[in-house]
Structure formats: structure tokens, C-alpha cells
């Protein structure tokens, strides 16, 4: 059974930072890209940070400058550091990772359960 767990987060003042991990458990074969997302209340899911199994990341452009992702493949880990929070960065935050349990299972999306981040201003 693989999980995502994620921890970090909680409530942090404006231009102030967090970090967030999330550990992928279970067995595994192969993990591909790695993610957060994001969610506020009334809006939808949106893609924070990605990063592949060679490192290649990308961000979308509100935290570009200020968020970091990066990973550990020996620790099936991913990390989001977020430097200088803003008040609209208040969301639960999700670790996603795309990955094969087998070597002949197609990749598929994991999930975690989310950690709430609110930045107070």
C-alpha cells in the first residue's frame, strides 16, 4: 500500500517560511514526477511545483523566486521550501507523486492528505 505523508506547515506570518515534506511509503518501483498542489476555499486545485526524477522543476509564476522544490530519490522525499508568504499563499497544500508500484504497472497519481498552511498578515 503506498502512502504520501506530508508534514510542515501551520501557521506562519507574512514574509516568513515553511518547509513541507512529504514522504512516499509503501513499495514502489519507480517514482517519476513529484509535485505540490494547492487548494483554497472556493478554488480549484492548482499545480505549485513540480519536479522530475532527474531534478528539472518547473513553478507556477505566483511563487516563482520564493519557492523552492526539490527532492531526495534515495528517501523517496520531496520537499517545498517557501520563503517570503503571503497571505494568499493560505491553502492546504498536497503532495502528489506519479509513479509504478511494478515494473509492468502503468504510472498512475498518488495523493497525500494535505497540510494546512496559513499565512497571517
Known amino acids: 500500500q503506498v502512502q504520501l505523508v506530508e508534514s510542515g506547515g501551520g501557521l506562519v506570518q507574512a514574509g516568513g517560511s515553511a518547509r513541507l515534506s512529504c514522504v512516499v511509503s509503501?513499495?514502489?518501483?519507480?517514482?517519476?514526477?513529484m509535485g505540490w498542489y494547492r487548494q483554497s476555499p472556493g478554488k480549484q486545485r492548482e499545480q505549485v511545483a513540480a519536479?522530475?526524477?532527474?531534478?528539472?522543476?518547473n513553478y507556477t509564476d505566483s511563487v516563482k523566486g520564493r519557492f523552492t522544490i526539490s527532492r531526495d530519490n534515495a528517501k523517496n522525499t520531496v520537499y517545498l521550501q517557501m520563503n517570503s508568504l503571503k497571505p494568499e499563499d493560505t491553502a492546504v497544500y498536497y503532495c502528489?507523486?506519479?509513479?509504478?508500484?511494478?515494473?509492468?504497472?502503468?504510472?498512475?497519481?498518488?495523493w497525500g492528505q494535505g497540510t494546512q498552511v496559513a499565512v497571517s498578515s
Open positions: 519536479i522530475t526524477y532527474g531534478g528539472s522543476t
Open positions: 502528489n507523486a506519479v509513479l509504478k508500484v511494478r515494473f509492468y504497472v502503468p504510472a498512475r497519481d498518488y
Open positions: 509503501g513499495s514502489t518501483f519507480r517514482i517519476n514526477d
